[in-house]
């Protein structure tokens, strides 16, 4: 009977050692199998790293794609308080010189489009320049001057350069000292003694003989008639003291076809100088009428308006 307690007792301690032994061995199992797991996975990292810089120094672009992607890019952020919504995390992060270096970038970008545009304008300018001194047979400095001073006056004003370049050369054909017999002067004969006024800030009406001052308070007149009478062509027939006729005797279709053609120089296009432009009678310019209207006709209806004292209808008389 002790013997098989014995027994019993010795079966119960193999049986619990190689309950021990299984336990061990499961967790050794469990171990090893997890390093593997772990070793496979960091292999796995590493080669798509390699990978991914490899593609990065091939393509360099995707470097800027993946740092545009990460939240701590600063390169696409500005500083700015006029925003409503908090700064982001990347943009409190971000050091002075990545600021610095952020609006650098910005203005440098805006440096770029503003010499582009600025370059567009020399061309454009050049092109005008040249025409208008072949046309008009007037030196090139003299030209160059002429049309620098319409874009500036035309800038600060807000009227397209070319049409006061068309009416300064329907006006004069670019003479400065140009004078009708009612005492239109300059580039654009303006009536001085009419617009005195608009002379005062530029030395009195001897001015309306400076190209400059003639450009600019011509340009004023221009742009308070176009604006006056709702259209380009209703302000050309305004600025020549034709508003109290039927029609402008072909003024206005004269300077818009000469705007037109000045459009297609300013675009880079081949516009012959050689066009023959019909002269047609102009009632504020009695000089340029045709045969077939008698000059003391032209003259009488000038003096009619100004008789009836309408300064907006004689201004440009």
Known sequence: MFQRFLLAVQGNKNALVDKSENHAFSLLNSKISFFATLHHLTLVLGLGAILA?????????LAEKFQSLSPFSVSTQVLDTSYSTPPSLALLMATPEQIAQTNALEVDTSSIAENNKVSTNEREQQWVTSWL?????????????LVSAAYITAKEIKLDPLLILSVMAIESGLNPFAESPVGAQGLMQVMSKIHHEKFEEMGGIKAALNPIANIKVGALI???YVTRGGSVEAGLKLYVGAAAFENDAGYGSRVMAEYRRLKDVAIGKNVSIFINTPIQPVLAHPQEASPGIKLETLTEHKSVLIENKLPEQIARL
């Open 222 to 224: 221009l742009k308070d």
């Open 53 to 61: 810089l490899t593609m990065m120094f091939i393509k360099p672009d």
């Open 133 to 145: 001194a072949k046309r008009y047979r007037v030196a090139s400095d003299a030209s160059d001057m």
